[in-house]
Nanobody, 120 residues
Framework: QVQLVESGGGLVQPGGSLRLSCVAS????????MGWYRQAPGNQRELVAT???????DYADSVKGRFTISRDTGKATVYLQVNSLLLDGAAVYYC??????????????WGQGTQVTVAS
């Protein structure tokens, strides 16, 4: 059983910063990727950033230079440092974990999400 628990969301002013955390637990030893996605009301869930087991990071163009994804393998935690947050950054932010259940089969797990609200 795999569980993901996000935290760190809240109310932030435009241009402000916060750090999101996602702690993974359970059978995660075959994880190949962790990432952050977000979904605003009326919109589809979209990729924000991912980090692979090898340490490769990828970002959505809209957040490059402002957001930073990182991880602490020992704590099974992935972070998203959010800087210079814009109004369109308001959304529920979800953590995703990808795991190889067999050599050829992958499964994805999602957290429950953490709300980020942007308002002055």
């Amino acid at each position: 059983q795999v569980q993901l628990v996000e935290s760190g969301g809240g109310l932030v002013q435009p241009g402000g910063s916060l750090r999101l955390s996602c702690v993974a637990s359970g059978s995660i030893f075959n994880a190949y990727v962790m990432g952050w996605y977000r979904q605003a009301p009326g919109n589809q869930r979209e990729l924000v950033a991912t980090i692979s087991s090898g340490g490769r990071v990828d970002y959505a163009d809209s957040v490059k230079g402002r957001f930073t994804i990182s991880r602490d393998t020992g704590k099974a935690t992935v972070y998203l440092q959010v800087n210079s947050l814009l109004l369109d950054g308001a959304a529920v932010y979800y953590c995703k974990l990808g795991i190889y259940t067999t050599a050829a089969v992958r499964k994805e797990y999602w957290g429950q999400g953490t709300q980020v609200t942007v308002a002055s």
